[in-house]
């Protein structure tokens, strides 16, 4: 993989997605000194007062988290880090990515509806599990208009193939997004 120090890379896509479990992976392969932000932390850094963000009246919040996750990322993206942002940033939420300096590469995994649901069912814990919001984001990373070629879809795929797809698509530079 090239060398892509200095630049950020949005791993989206619903939940159950395997974001994490391939940036995890990305991030751990050698090369430029990487950093892992996961998104989800970014709202549960809310200790008092947080509202799921999928509900209508965590918009305000969800500004509030973004803005803050999309300087942090671009903070560490100017030390010199390549930055892998993972997390539900959806085509709603890149403005504040889309004024940023760093190169930016947008990559959506998108798997079936079941597939996701069953994994966001097995995986437990605190985590989204209920079907209807995670049909919800679902349907809103199925039509992306433009960001359409920003997609892989994974159907079928392992975490290993997932990783060379994601990898391939950051190192070819289609995925970037104009600022």
């Not at 932390?41 to 919040?61: S, V």
């Not at 997609?151 to 600022?179: C, M, N, Y």
Request: charged share 15%; net charge negative; with cysteine.
């Amino acid at each position: 993989m090239p060398d892509l120090a200095g630049q950020i890379l949005i791993l989206t896509g619903p939940p159950g997605s395997r974001k994490t479990t391939t940036a995890g992976a990305l991030a751990a392969e050698p090369g430029a000194p990487t950093v892992h932000l996961h998104a989800d932390d970014f709202w549960h850094f809310i200790k008092n007062g947080a509202i799921p963000p999928y509900l209508p009246e965590a918009d305000r919040q969800n500004e509030i988290v973004i803005d803050v996750l999309s300087r942090t990322a671009e903070a560490y993206a100017g030390g010199g880090y390549f930055v892998i942002v993972d997390g539900i940033i959806g085509p709603w939420f890149l403005q504040p990515f889309r004024g940023l300096v760093a190169p930016l590469h947008y990559v959506v995994l998108r798997p079936p509806l079941s597939t996701a649901i069953e994994r966001c069912r097995l995986r437990g814990g605190d985590t989204l599990s209920d079907p209807g919001p995670i049909t919800a984001l679902h349907q809103q990373f199925s039509a992306l208009g433009l960001l359409e070629r920003h997609v892989i879809l994974t159907e079928g795929q392992s975490p290993t193939g997932t990783l060379a797809a994601v990898r391939l698509a950051t190192a070819s530079g289609l995925f970037r997004l104009a600022h």
